[in-house]
């Protein structure tokens, strides 16, 4: 079993900077892709960007330019750095993780920016 824990969400004005992390423990020597994905009220939960096991990035296209998605294996942990945030961007932010035919999620974390 793999668990994830979330954490750097936040109140921050447009314009301003985040940096989410995601600690990976348990299982981890299973873990291949990680990626970041996001919950607005009312909404579904949709991908904002995803690594590979190789390092592999893609971002949804509303974040290209602005976030960048990383990766530490050394420490088990993604991030995913935030900057020019707009108040779309408003959201809990969940990490998840793939192993074999599993995908695990984190708890997830409010990330809420104000115009």
């Known amino acids: 079993q793999v668990q994830l824990v979330e954490s750097g969400g936040g109140l921050v004005q447009a314009g301003g900077s985040l940096r989410l992390s995601c600690a990976a423990s348990?299982?981890?020597?299973?873990?291949?892709?990680m990626g970041w994905y996001r919950q607005a009220p009312g909404k579904q939960r949709d991908l904002v960007a995803h690594?590979?096991?190789?390092?592999?990035?893609t971002y949804t296209d509303s974040v290209k330019g602005r976030f960048t998605i990383s990766r530490d294996n050394a420490k088990n942990t993604v991030y995913l750095q935030m900057n020019s945030l707009k108040p779309e961007d408003t959201a809990v932010y969940y990490c998840?993780?793939?192993?074999?035919?599993?995908?695990?999620w984190g708890q997830g974390t409010q990330v809420t920016v104000s115009s």
């Open positions: 348990g299982s981890i020597f299973s873990i291949d892709a």
């Open positions: 998840n993780a793939y192993s074999g035919y599993s995908v695990h």
């Open positions: 690594i590979s096991s190789g390092g592999r990035t």
